[in-house]
Every structure is written in structure tokens, then in C-alpha cells.
């Protein structure tokens, strides 16, 4: 007769494989530093105090972590339903460019102006996914390879935007650079947050963990989640049960694309208050390893997003503090995206029961299909 522990072990330990991925990624960082003469406890220490050791770390920690968790949801969303948005960082830049024309030209009041400079971020985002949805539908052209190439579209779109000078389009003349638009009006900006020191938390993190709830609920609890979630598991099915897949595939493209425009317009209109070239370089594509890291749940993705935030707001402590390069972080972040997408690995060094068949995590079905 087993143990009651073994039990509890078998029943959830493997609902626990990312904490332990990301241990795991810690442990073999911590060899790492120690191999290259660093002192791994003053490393660690210092990313925990830059990134939750104050309120005001906290509160930078939060800031950063909020664009990877609304993109994290978009990406997720669209592993739900089957399909590989890799295209997240041009739906950013696009939903960013819609928010700027929103919030520069439009002077509204503010309990106007802010929803309206929210919902032009969501359109154009939609907007740019629902491109690539409707190829993959119409054509059955593969999502990672129209949203890789519309990321570059959108990314030279951008620059050209911003840094037109005859004429002027977006760009700010006295913006001796050439390299970011008009700031936004003031009644467009994010309310924000006060905690201890700083001052730049907004109202994003607020927005984000709704919509990590309203995308949880859309899922799990509405017929067009479950449609969703049929389609991207099992299109065949989807059909014989009278679900509509290219109508999916579109709608859900839609949906995570509106998704990353949010993220765009959020740190438009509660951070920097313009759009520069480089403001979201790496961001989509760090959003796919946040969505991994959480399995896709849309709850998780609060969690693992401030764990990304953390690790990035950290770094410059964590650099002072043991005299390392700055590449150490990513050597962290990289072992966590191994472990998570090698869980056998973790599984094996914590002795974690197998999963049965059918409970493994579906992260795409648009590989190869």
C-alpha cells in the first residue's frame, strides 16, 4: 500500500515540472558562475534584491513584467487553438502604431482617450494576425512562416513611419535622432501607481492580470473557447462536429494578435509615452518562452511573466554584485526554456511519474499540418 506522500506525488507532481525546471535552471547556473570563479550567492542574491528585494524593485520588477505577460496570453491563446504565433513582436509594433495615431491626433478626455488609444492597439494587432489567420485558412499558408516574415514587414514598416522626413508621418522634427514619434497626449497616458520610490508602475499590470482571467474564462467557460480548443486539438473532429476550422483559425488569430496589441499600446501609453524602433526588440519572441514556461495556462502566466521581469530587472544587480557579464542572465533564461521543453529531463531527476496518454501539454497542431 503506498504511502499517502506517494500518492500525492504521482496525482500532482507533474503539475509541478515548471518550478522544478526552473530550479533546476538555477542549480545548474549557480555551477556555472561557481566553474567561471564568480560567486554564485552574491549573484543570486543580488537578482533577488533587484528585482523583489524592495518596493521599488517590486514595482520596476512589475513594470517590466507586464508586456510579457499580455504577450504571453497572445501566444498562449493561439497554442490553445492549435496554431504557432510566432509573430507577436510585429503584432506589437503594429498595435503601438495605431495606439500613437490614436493618442497624438485624437484630444479627448481622458476616460474617452484611454479606452479609445487601448482599442486602436487591439485593432491593429487583430488586424496584423488576422492576416497571416486568414492565409493559413484561405491558402494554408503556415503560420510560423507568414508571421516570421509579417514581423519584418512590420517592424521596416515601423521605422519607415517614424523616420520619414519628407514628409514628416509619425516621426517628432525635433527629435534631433530621428528615431521615435510625437509623445502622447497627456490625457492618453496610463494612470499610474505609486509604491515606495517609483513611480513609472501604471495601470497596465492591472489590465494584464484581467485579461489573463478574461482569457481563462473565454477558454474554459464560452462556447467559442471550446470551439477554440477543439479546433487546435483535433481539427478532424472540429469539422464532424460542425465547427467551422477556417472561422477558427481566423477568430483565433485575431484574438491573440489583438492580444499583443494591447501589450503595444500599454507600454506606449504607460511607459515611455512614445514609439521608438527598438522599443520592442525580442519582446515577442521572449513571450513565447513565458507562455511555455506557464504551459499555456492562462493563470500561469502571471507567474512566469513576473519571473521574466524579475530575471531582467535583476541583472544589472546581480552583474555589480558578483562581477559578471550580463550574458549570465540569459544563460539562466535560456536552462529554464530547456528544462520546460525537455520536462522528460526533470522528470527523471525528480523520479516525477509519467504523464498517462492524452495529458501531455499540445503546444501546437500547426507543425506539419
Not at 88 to 94: C, M, W
Not at 197 to 214: K, N, S, Y
Request: hydrophobic fraction near 50%.
Amino acid at each position: 500500500m503506498p504511502s499517502p506522500f506517494v500518492v500525492l506525488w504521482g496525482r500532482y507532481a507533474s503539475r509541478m515540472v515548471p518550478a522544478f525546471a526552473v530550479f533546476t535552471a538555477l542549480v545548474v547556473g549557480a555551477l556555472m558562475i561557481g566553474l567561471t570563479g564568480g560567486d554564485w550567492l552574491a549573484a543570486y542574491v543580488g537578482l533577488w534584491e533587484g528585482s523583489f528585494g524592495s518596493w521599488g524593485a517590486v514595482g520596476n520588477t512589475v513594470v517590466r513584467a507586464t508586456p510579457y505577460i499580455i504577450c504571453g496570453l497572445a501566444v498562449a491563446l493561439g497554442f490553445k487553438g492549435g496554431l504557432f504565433n510566432i509573430g507577436a513582436e510585429g503584432q506589437l509594433y503594429i498595435g503601438a502604431v495605431f495606439t500613437i495615431v490614436a493618442s497624438t491626433t485624437l484630444q479627448l478626455p481622458a476616460i474617452i482617450q484611454i479606452p479609445l488609444a487601448l482599442a486602436a492597439g487591439v485593432m491593429g494587432g487583430a488586424l496584423w494576425a488576422g492576416l497571416a489567420g486568414f492565409l493559413k485558412a484561405r491558402t494554408g499558408a503556415h503560420e510560423v512562416i507568414t508571421t516570421i516574415m509579417l514581423n519584418y514587414v512590420a517592424l521596416r514598416l515601423t521605422e519607415w513611419l517614424i523616420k520619414s522626413k519628407t514628409p514628416y508621418i509619425l516621426g517628432d522634427p525635433k527629435e534631433t535622432t530621428g528615431s521615435r514619434t510625437h509623445f502622447i497626449l497627456e490625457s492618453a497616458r496610463l494612470p499610474g501607481i505609486q509604491i515606495a520610490d517609483t513611480t513609472r508602475l501604471h495601470l497596465g499590470i492591472v489590465i494584464g492580470a484581467a485579461l489573463a482571467f478574461a482569457v481563462w474564462w473565454l477558454l474554459y467557460k464560452t462556447t467559442i473557447g471550446f470551439e477554440l480548443r477543439t479546433a487546435g486539438a483535433n481539427p478532424d473532429a472540429a469539422r464532424y462536429a460542425g465547427i467551422s476550422v477556417p472561422r477558427t483559425i481566423v477568430l483565433t488569430m485575431m484574438l491573440s494578435g489583438g492580444l499583443a496589441g494591447i501589450a503595444g499600446a500599454g507600454e506606449v501609453l504607460g511607459v515611455r509615452h512614445s514609439l521608438s524602433t527598438d522599443l520592442f526588440q525580442g519582446l515577442g519572441f521572449d513571450a513565447i518562452a513565458v507562455a511555455l514556461l506557464a504551459r499555456s495556462n492562462p493563470i500561469g502566466i502571471i507567474a512566469s511573466g513576473l519571473l521574466w521581469g524579475g530575471l531582467l530587472t535583476g541583472a544589472s544587480l546581480m552583474q555589480v554584485r558578483a562581477n559578471l557579464s550580463i550574458d549570465v542572465i540569459k544563460i539562466v533564461q535560456a536552462l529554464i526554456i530547456m528544462f520546460v521543453a525537455a520536462d522528460q529531463i526533470v522528470c527523471f531527476i525528480y523520479r516525477i511519474p509519467q504523464r498517462k496518454p492524452g495529458e501531455e501539454t499540445s503546444l501546437s497542431k500547426g507543425w506539419g499540418g
